[in-house]
């Protein structure tokens, strides 16, 4: 209990100090999640809704699969990208390994599927709706996936939110690809696994507390500049 | 959304943007000593290398400059070291300084090992207690080393029951659990000075010279893998055996113990 209180107290100093090391690992925490929230939405977003727009025979199964992935263990990903990125690995000639871009590619795996499943789940009753219409209207098959996302990009928020959510919080893929380098891939996560490890659980707590007030607050601004929750909308 | 591939831009650049860099793979008992961050600024000082450290187990420090993903590792396992060399991974091994093992266990001491006179005698009296004791069991320096003290004492951590347990882990963490636990645990004086969660825990043994733990540095050979840094390793090399970093290392201490020698010839 003692070291929970005295967690808080260090995240408040941390805060209230701007401690430069704290900022720029927080950045770096935000620069790498929100680049691979990006892509994986460009991937995840249209193949999601694609999945409940169209009907093809391994349909069922490649559903199926999307919703087994989603709970694809980081560290398996990690270890992955790190074998297909080390310099002895197919892509090694790249350099890519220990930098921030090798943390956003095994990212960008891990929650791609996750919102690929969620979209996909919200599609398909925006598209039971809006079947009848956008066939009579006789749209072509990307007109109705972008009908619907646009329709539909209030569930797709959510869908965003989440793949935000599993990534900030992630550790063990970018601690493998990343190797929780000082000053160049160490972020809020991997830093608290370092700290916990020092056996100081203040500092690794306060760094946590941190991370889940970051996660809170991204959460509370994409909802204030989109304008859900408000009364007078849904 | 601007903004947005701004920062997808910015995230693939921002890794060629940087100063000379040189990746070394280092023991976690090296950084968890707080040694590093002595050293790295004045090496940036005094040679503008960028020096971006790999903490991680021996096993994978030298997994890794096989591979060729570092340009030099800094470790303590003498024999991986030499196959490390003869195998034509390194160009050359140099011994730069040396700490110490310790026994460490709950203070009240159930198997008596703090009278003992050798390690092996400290280690055979854990065993005959049957007393709990975790082993770091992730193929590090450390881990060697400890397997190599059972074996002195004629022991073997293969046959032995639930009260050797294997983690897994780095040091701190190991630690961390052998505290929990209250349980015997061997680490280098490093990480336990700098280990701040010692809840029962004491030092109950040290001493012995078969507790000496040698670091050495090996730069990665360039023509295996001829991206690596090499210019920059051996620039490293005379900074790491030059008088600077004796005066650093040597000088180096926590509650004014002193940690680590300096021995580079």
Known sequence: ?234 | MNRLIATVVFAFIAPFAQAEVLRMAVTTSFNNSGLSDVLLPQIKADTGLDVQLLVVGTGQAIKLGQAGDVDAILVHARAAEGAFVAQGYGTHRREIMFNDFVLIGPSSDPAGIAKTQSAAGALARIAAAQADFVSRGDDSGTHKKERDLWGDAGLDPDRFGAWYKEVGAGMGAALNTAAGLDAYIMADRASWLNFANRRGLALLFAGDAVLFNQYAYLPVSDLRHAHVNHQGAMRLERWLTSPTAAALINGYQINGAQLFTFNAK
């Open chain 1, 1 to 234: 209990m003692n070291d929970i209180l005295s967690g808080l107290q260090a995240a408040f100093w941390l805060v209230v100090q701007l401690d430069a090391d704290l900022v720029e690992i927080t950045l770096r925490s935000l620069q790498v999640s929100v680049s691979a929230l990006a892509i994986a939405c460009m991937i995840a977003l249209p193949l999601g809704t694609w999945l409940a727009v169209q009907r093809f025979r391994f349909r069922r199964g490649v559903i199926a699969l999307l919703n087994a992935l989603m709970g694809l263990p980081p560290v398996v990903v990690g270890l992955i990208v790190y074998i297909l990125l080390s310099r002895s690995g197919p892509f090694g000639v790249l350099g890519l390994l220990f930098t921030p871009t090798a943390m956003i590619i095994a990212q960008i795996i891990i929650i791609t599927p996750l919102i690929a499943s969620i979209t996909h789940q919200a599609m398909r009753e925006l598209w039971a709706e809006y079947h009848d219409l956008l066939i009579s209207l006789n749209t072509s098959r990307w007109q109705r996936v972008r009908t619907l996302l646009w329709d539909g990009r209030r569930a797709l928020l959510t869908a965003a939110l989440a793949g935000f959510g599993r990534a900030i919080g992630e550790v063990g893929a970018i601690m493998v690809v990343g190797g929780n380098i000082d000053h160049a891939t160490r972020v809020l996560t991997t830093a608290i696994a370092l700290e916990t490890g020092k056996g100081d659980f203040a500092l690794a707590l306060g760094l946590g507390f941190v991370l889940i007030a970051l996660a809170v607050s991204v959460n509370l601004a994409v909802h204030t500049l989109s304008g859900t929750e408000r009364g007078s909308r849904w």
